[in-house]
C-alpha cells in the first residue's frame, strides 16, 4: 500500500517539475538527421497553429501528402474542393533545418516518438514559431502520439491541434512522367 502512494506521490511531483525541462526534451530538433528517414510519402495528420487565421486556412484543406527525395527535393499535394495542387521545391538541409526562401520560412525537423512522422516546424524570418504540421504515413497515429503532439505545441506555446479527418481522399502521388503528373486532367 505504501509503495502505491510512493509511487503515486512521486508522479505528482514530477507532473508538477514537468514544465521546463520536460518541454526542452519535447521540441527539440532532431540531430542529426539523417536524409534517408525523410524518404517516401506522408500525409498530414494533425497541425497546430499559432494564429486562428492560420488554423482558419489550415481547416480549408481536406488533406495534405509531402514527400522528400534525396533530402534536396521537397514535393507537397494539397487537397481542398475536389482538386489537387502540385508542388516541388529544390531545398539545402543545413543540419535539421533547411530555408523556403519564397516564403521567408525556415523549416525544421523536430524530434518525435512516433516511427513512422515527421514533425516539421515552420518558423519566420525572426526564428519564431508560425505553425506545426505532424506527417505520417499511415492517416492517423496512436493517442499517445497524439498526445505527444499536443504536448509539443503547448510548449511552444501554439494552438491545440487540429486534427485531420483521415477518410478525406489523398491526391495521387504526382509521377515523374509529363502525361500522368496532371491526375485532374484526363487525358483524351
Ligand atoms: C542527392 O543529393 C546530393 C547532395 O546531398 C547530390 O549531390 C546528388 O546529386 C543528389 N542526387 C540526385 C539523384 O539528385
Ligand atoms: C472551396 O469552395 C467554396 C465554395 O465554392 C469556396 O468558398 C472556397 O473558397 C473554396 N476553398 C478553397 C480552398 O478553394
Ligand atoms: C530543381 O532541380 C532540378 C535538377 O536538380 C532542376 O531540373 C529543376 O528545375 C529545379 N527546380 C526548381 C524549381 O528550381
Ligand atoms: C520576404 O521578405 C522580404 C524582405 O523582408 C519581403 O520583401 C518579401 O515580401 C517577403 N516574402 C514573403 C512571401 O513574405
Ligand atoms: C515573426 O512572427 C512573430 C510572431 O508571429 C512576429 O511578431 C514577427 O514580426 C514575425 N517576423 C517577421 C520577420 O515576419
Not at 147 to 156: H, M, R, S, T, V
Not at 169 to 188: G, R, V
Request: hydrophobic share 35%; proline share 6%; glycine share 2%.
Amino acid at each position: 500500500m505504501f509503495a502505491v502512494w510512493a509511487v503515486a506521490l512521486l508522479c505528482l511531483v514530477s507532473l508538477s517539475r514537468s514544465a521546463d525541462p520536460a518541454c526542452e526534451d519535447l521540441v527539440r530538433p532532431v540531430d542529426p538527421l539523417d536524409p534517408a528517414h525523410l524518404e517516401g510519402a506522408r500525409s498530414i495528420v494533425a497541425g497546430s497553429m499559432t494564429t486562428p487565421e492560420y488554423a482558419e486556412k489550415f481547416k480549408t484543406r481536406d488533406s495534405a501528402s509531402i514527400s522528400f527525395v534525396n533530402g534536396t527535393s521537397f514535393s507537397r499535394v494539397f487537397r481542398s474542393n475536389d482538386s489537387c495542387q502540385y508542388l516541388n521545391s529544390n531545398i539545402t538541409l543545413e543540419g535539421s533545418s533547411f530555408n523556403f526562401h519564397q516564403y521567408n520560412i525556415t523549416v525544421t525537423f523536430l524530434q518525435t516518438s512516433c516511427p513512422d512522422c515527421l514533425l516539421l516546424r515552420f518558423d519566420n524570418m525572426s526564428k519564431e514559431l508560425q505553425r506545426l504540421y505532424l506527417f505520417s504515413k499511415r492517416r492517423e497515429v496512436e493517442q499517445k502520439e497524439m498526445d505527444e503532439f499536443a504536448a509539443q505545441a503547448q510548449c511552444l506555446n501554439s494552438l491545440p491541434p487540429i486534427v485531420m479527418d483521415p477518410t478525406k481522399p489523398l491526391c495521387p502521388e504526382e509521377m515523374s512522367n509529363d502525361a500522368e503528373a496532371q491526375p485532374d486532367k484526363k487525358t483524351e
